[in-house]
Nanobody, 117 residues
Framework: QVQLVESGGGLVQPGGSLRLSCAASGMIFRIFRMGWYRQVPGKKRELVASITSDGSTNNTESVKDRFTISRDNARNTVYLQMNSLKPEDTAVYYC???????????WGKGTLVTVSS
């Protein structure tokens, strides 16, 4: 059974940092493209950052130079380092594992990030 478990969310002041983690199990982690998405109430879930199986990364424009995605295939874990956080980064952050080749798409349950003074 595939599981993606996010951790590391919480309350942080503007300008602060957080590191999110997503631990995967029940899957061959290294073959998946991993992504972090976020969603606020009333809005569509949006892609924040992704990292392919070979380590290529992509960030959405609003988080470029502030967020960094990385993966540790030995630990089956993907990370999102978030720096210079802004109130508009407040959202539930979801971990995603996707393989178009194998037709697999998995989601975690999310972790809440609140940026507020």
């Amino acid at each position: 059974q595939v599981q993606l478990v996010e951790s590391g969310g919480g309350l942080v002041q503007p300008g602060g940092s957080l590191r999110l983690s997503c631990a995967a199990s029940g899957m061959i982690f290294r073959i998946f493209r991993m992504g972090w998405y976020r969603q606020v109430p009333g809005k569509k879930r949006e892609l924040v950052a992704s990292i392919t199986s070979d380590g290529s990364t992509n960030n959405t424009e609003s988080v470029k130079d502030r967020f960094t995605i990385s993966r540790d295939n030995a630990r089956n874990t993907v990370y999102l380092q978030m720096n210079s956080l802004k109130p508009e980064d407040t959202a539930v952050y979801y971990c995603n594992a996707f393989s178009g080749y194998y037709g697999m798409d998995y989601w975690g349950k999310g972790t809440l990030v609140t940026v507020s003074s």
